[in-house]
């Protein structure tokens, strides 16, 4: 995966100009790290925070759209005369009309169709789209539009996508070209003399993002000006889309997203449907609100691609592993050949090998394309690695942890020059998470002779990304009455962004959070920044907050030097005065600085300077689970879980165990109940596109008791020495449970999720344990 | 987005019946169901009569007999809360507690959820299936690890009711009414088989409604409860479940009630297993041989196999439970 990727950006990323001035990092901090409640709780929890899908505006038209319901047909003809009849149409786009005949791409890597390609790929590609003075005329609408189809053969399994023989799903063939395989050492000869090898394959399942709020937009044309309300993790991303499109400068796209009901990777970028409702705006001259329906966003608004794992390792006796050899086979569905993307990181990087080989293949396969989900590729990657290491512990008769701890890696072995990590709490991750567990006693704790078994596991994860970097460029304002502005072009997307980010002004200028407003994610008022995902946004932006808060100190500082006639070093802020450090007596009131009260406004402006070199900056976790399977009905429940993190420093601590809930959550989603489920055998439809056959884990899924431990090792790669912790915290879930039931009931189970019905077959298939298997060795 | 259609809001029960009696009439009651249905082309509507202003069928009260009478408005959160049914009829009692989520019992009631239609993806989803007018089952060569293993064949629904099984379990009688008058069904004879019909679920005439439950009085002694797998662990159907009624004498089973939820397209009594066991001392080798006679005669379809063992592990785990 190249930057690029993970930033969603058209080729190289801006840059940031040099930071002027770079603060220290903090040594102490009143307010950064604290568990401050989120600074707009109260709006969200009230209702009175307005999210794109609120935003109503005068003469708004609702759009609906028509999608194809055939897993692979041909537009042969569409027939809008009854629907344009129906009442309160204001307009309908199809292909072929003026203005509609857009060139689009699936996904930025994707190749080139049309905003309504007749070709139609999957379930789910777009015919046609109405707009309407109401959401009901405009489904009215959409049900009276004629459409004749041919229906083609199609193919939505990977399999049967790479036989040559299979129906075309696009030109060019279904198998775009593997990239090379990853290679260092030489597996071969390491198997060949290793002491022990396994080898097992591991399936995990496609995901739906299934955000609660939906994708979609309202806009609004003010002459040649365009402004869209999205419901997006990056409001440049949806600028530079829409303006690509549309042939509009970028200055007259404003994209404003203050809010958003969650995104997970979906929402990093827009969809064609803020471009049909820009069209549509355009042609009726009112603002037009397009949502996607659920059933539409589960068919066609991204997924994370199921993924077949086949993984060899080999161990010396003592646990040294020696070599890892993956193959990893996936679909990004119809449009995009990110399939594998991500998958063999963890693979390559986790555990120190000397000897790994990784090689991907992809196809395309008329389904809906994937998108980037929660930590692209590696909780699949972590699924087939850390069952191995489970299997590997087994097989040698060591513990799980002692394993892991065996094999430690202190440089990025896959990186270029293999550069240290800047800090890895990999292993104390691993010794502090078993230690508040109780990992030792519970592992060893004996089974109970009922049918409800017992188990622990532990799985370890880290995240390719999550150093963070330029570009960022943040504005600190502080008014003459101490007051401050942060303004920042950054999405919070759930995490608590605009919270941490006040709490580094206020740290820095001593401004009490209440008294900091926020303006951010608004393409229009704030300034560049890469979409919030990648779990980059707290150490991208934080250090440039960081840094603008300092400037502002700086000029503060310096005012305050020249009326009180001492230097500036002499001089710290502190409630609300600027006091000498050597003689506290000498001290001036913020008001009170004539040059600041003469200004009325201190600007200071903080640039996301770069990451050191020759360092790689990752955040690790470690999760511990603890399951009860019940060997009669192949329930698993899981009763306990411990999630270890090294993300740096942390920010909130209150936003941080929030987000590692939230990791949690969705990786039991992962491990237990989530699957997209197509009608293979038959239509090539998707089954379960709603939210009762698609099964998110509810709140009777989690487990109440969990417990997050902060591993921080006070990394200074930046002047926060933040890390992100969005995607580490559902890496390892799934394969913590996995092994957790595996030493519950004595089998592994390689295939996500572990559904009711996969364990009662591995428990109906199940051998006698092999001896090093058993409880307490 | 919905179909057109007329919407009546009923004054009194007569009044309802006399706007039911016609084609394309539906009840409206809790409309958890009946709008998902209508949304997504499930069924059509012509007339959508409401009976929510039918307050006599709402609440629960004691029966002259000393059983109890549910009316069919009453919702399923209602039903859970009440504590005369969660003391005597702990079966229906768990069954309310664990259907769907809060919302939705919140806004569900009794009659609507034994009325309500089934949730296999294919009759939801965009296919022209058997119970839709159709020729052809889509599951039996799709997806089918939700469906039946038992009393499939033109069709493989599981019946997605909860409480269905419990007042099967515990001989709850239905009372129904239409234009041509009333009429008292057993909650066993209300489902219907799909080889007897696959295109609807019970007994239902057309503009007919179920407008009480009447619980028997219960035997002294006698134990019932509802046990319910699922994929997740709340908002979701059964995969399997079951409701179980018990009396024992002395340390003799006298009488017993079995009935499965979501492995065929009725709730699915296993007398055979009621008879194998009543008379009988109910040790741990008996609860095996009831365990499997459960799954006598089950005929798994290619994906749902363990269901077979799921249902002989809920009927062990069950008889252990109440004994």
């Not at chain 1, 608004?522 to 890469?530: K, L, N, R, S, Y």
């Not at chain 1, 020495?721 to 595996?742: D, Q, S």
């Not at chain 2, 035997?219 to 979701?236: F, I, L, T």
Request: charged letters at 20%.
């Amino acid at each position: 995966m190249k930057p690029e990727d993970l930033y969603f950006w058209d080729g190289p990323l801006p840059e940031t100009q040099a930071p002027t001035s770079t603060p220290e990092p903090w040594t102490e901090t009143k307010v950064v790290g604290k568990p401050v409640t989120r600074v707009d709780a109260y709006d969200r929890v009230s209702g009175s925070a307005i999210y794109p899908s609120d935003v109503i505006l005068p003469d708004m038209l609702h759009a609906a759209i028509l999608s194809c319901p055939h897993a692979h047909a041909m537009v042969k003809k569409v027939d809008t005369s009854a629907a344009a009849k129906t009442p309160g149409v204001r307009a309908i786009l199809v292909d072929g009309q003026v203005g509609a005949n857009v060139p689009w791409y699936g996904g930025r890597s994707g190749f080139a169709s049309r905003l309504f390609d007749p070709h139609c790929r999957y379930e789910g590609d777009e015919v046609a789209v109405v707009a309407a003075d109401t959401i009901y005329q405009a489904w009215d609408a959409v049900r009276a539009i004629k459409v004749e189809y041919d229906v083609l053969p199609r193919v939505t399994t990977v399999a049967e996508a790479m036989k040559p023989t299979a129906p075309a799903v696009r030109d060019g063939g279904n198998v775009p070209q593997a990239p090379p395989p990853y290679s260092r050492g030489d597996v071969d000869a390491a198997f060949k003399t290793a002491d022990v090898v396994l080898e097992h394959t591991f399936t995990t399942p496609c995901e739906l993002h299934n955000p609660m709020e939906l994708f979609g937009c309202v806009v609004k044309w003010d002459g040649p000006r365009l402004t869209v309300w999205e419901s997006t993790q990056g409001v440049y991303a949806v600028q530079s889309t829409v303006a690509r499109a549309l042939n509009l400068p970028l200055a007259n796209v404003r994209v404003i997203g203050h809010y958003m009901g969650g995104g997970f990777g979906a929402k990093l970028d827009t969809g064609k449907y803020s471009i049909m409702a820009a069209l549509l705006a355009k042609k009726t001259g009112r603002p037009v609100r397009l949502f996607v329906s659920r059933e539409e966003a589960c068919r066609s608004m991204g997924n994370r691609p199921a993924n077949t794992i086949t993984l060899k390792a080999a161990a010396k006796k003592d646990g040294t592993l020696v070599a890892l050899q993956s193959r990893v086979v996936g679909s990004g569905g119809a449009y995009s050949e990110g399939g594998t993307g991500g998958v063999d990181f963890v693979i390559r990087e986790l555990y120190a090998c000397p000897n790994v080989k990784c090689e991907n293949q992809s196809a395309y396969v008329n389904a809906g394309p994937q998108r980037a989900f929660r930590a692209p590729g590696h909780p699949q990657g972590a699924w087939a690695l850390e069952g191995m290491m489970d299997a590997l512990a087994a097989k040698l008769g060591m513990d799980p942890v002692d394993l892991r701890l065996k094999n430690i890696a202190l440089v990025s072995q896959s990186r270029n020059g293999n550069p240290p990590y800047s800090t890895t709490g990999f292993a104390d991750c691993l010794r502090e998470g078993a230690k508040t567990f109780g990992w030792a006693d519970a592992r060893r704790k004996p089974q109970a002779p009922a049918h409800i078994k017992r188990g622990v596991g532990v799985a370890g994860g880290m995240w390719q990304g999550g150093s963070g970097g330029p570009p960022a460029t943040v504005i600190v304002k502080l008014f003459a009455d101490g007051s401050a502005n942060l303004n920042m072009g950054a999405a919070d997307i759930g995490c608590g962004t605009k919270t941490w980010g006040a709490q580094i002004v206020s740290e820095e200028l001593g401004v009490p959070l209440d008294r900091i407003s926020i303006e951010h994610a608004d393409t229009g008022t704030t300034q560049f920044a890469t979409p919030s995902g990648g779990s980059k946004t707290a150490p991208t932006e934080s250090p440039a907050i960081h840094a603008a808060a300092f400037d502002v100190k700086q000029q503060l500082m310096g005012m305050a030097a020249e009326q009180l006639k001492l230097p500036a070093a002499d001089l710290e802020l502190r409630g609300g005065e600027v006091v000498s450090k050597t003689d506290p007596a000498k001290k001036v009131a913020l008001g009170q600085i004539q040059a600041f009260g003469r200004r009325g406004l201190l600007v200071g402006i903080g640039y996301r300077g770069m990451n050191p070199a020759g360092k790689a900056v990752n955040p690790f976790a470690v999760h511990f689970a603890e399951v009860e399977v019940n060997t009669r009905t192949g329930e698993v429940k899981v009763v306990r879980f411990l999630a270890a993190h090294d993300s740096g420093r942390i920010l909130n601590l209150k936003t941080f165990q929030n987000q590692v809930f939230g990791g949690i959550t969705m990786g039991i989603g992962f491990g237990l109940t989530e699957d997209r489920v197509m009608d293979d055998k038959q239509l090539g439809k998707v089954l379960s596109a709603n939210l009762h056959d698609y099964k998110l884990p509810t709140a009777l899924d989690a487990p109440a008791d969990k417990t997050v431990v902060v591993v921080d090792l006070h990394d200074t790669f930046s002047s926060t020495g933040a890390k992100g912790v969005g995607e580490p915290a559902t890496i390892p879930t799934a394969p913590a449970i996995a092994n957790a039931v595996c030493h519950a009931i004595g089998v592994r189970l390689t295939d996500a999720p572990m559904s009711r019905a996969r364990v009662l077959r591995a428990l109906a298939a199940q051998k006698p344990a092999p001896a090093s298997q058993k409880r307490g060795e | 987005m919905l179909q057109t259609f007329a919407y009546v809001r009923a004054g009194s029960l007569n009044d309802a019946v006399k706007q039911l009696d016609g084609p394309g009439a539906r009840v409206h009651a809790g409309g958890t169901d009946l709008l998902g249905c209508l949304r997504d082309d499930v069924m059509s509507a012509e007339k959508v009569v409401s009976i929510s202003r039918l307050d006599d069928l709402r609440g629960i009260t004691p029966a002259a007999d000393g059983g109890l009478r549910i009316g069919a408005l009453t919702t399923i959160a209602d039903l859970a809360a009440h504590p005369g049914i969660a003391e005597k009829y702990a079966a229906l009692a768990q069954a309310a507690a664990v259907v769907a989520s809060p919302q939705l019992r919140n806004q569900g009631t009794i009659g609507g959820n034994l009325c309500q239609r089934p949730r296999c993806w294919y009759f939801r989803g965009d296919y022209h299936c058997t119970r839709k007018g159709g020729d052809m089952c889509y599951a039996i060569g799709g997806e089918n690890q939700y469906h039946a293993i038992f009393g499939g064949g033109a069709c493989w629904i599981v019946h997605p009711s909860d409480t269905a099984p419990a007042l099967v379990a515990l001989d709850a009688k239905l009372r129904l009414i239409s234009a041509k008058g009333a009429r008292m069904v057993p909650a066993e004879k209300f489902f219907v088989l799909p080889d007897e019909n696959a295109q609807k679920e019970n007994v239902l005439a057309p503009g007919e409604l179920v407008t009480e439950i009447l619980l028997p009085p219960m035997p002294a002694g006698m134990k019932s409860a509802y046990r319910k797998v699922r994929a997740r662990g709340s908002w979701d159907f059964a995969m399997a479940g079951m409701a179980l009624t018990l009396t024992m004498k002395a340390d003799k089973v006298a009488d017993a009630r079995i009935v499965l939820s979501g492995v065929a397209p009725i709730p699915w009594r296993l007398q055979a297993v009621e008879k194998l066991i009543i008379g009988q001392k109910l040790d741990a080798k008996l609860m095996t041989k009831a365990a499997d006679l459960a799954v006598v005669g089950a005929k798994p379809l290619e994906q749902n196999a363990y269901k077979v063992a799921m249902v002989r592990g809920i009927v062990a785990e069950g008889l252990e439970k109440l004994l």
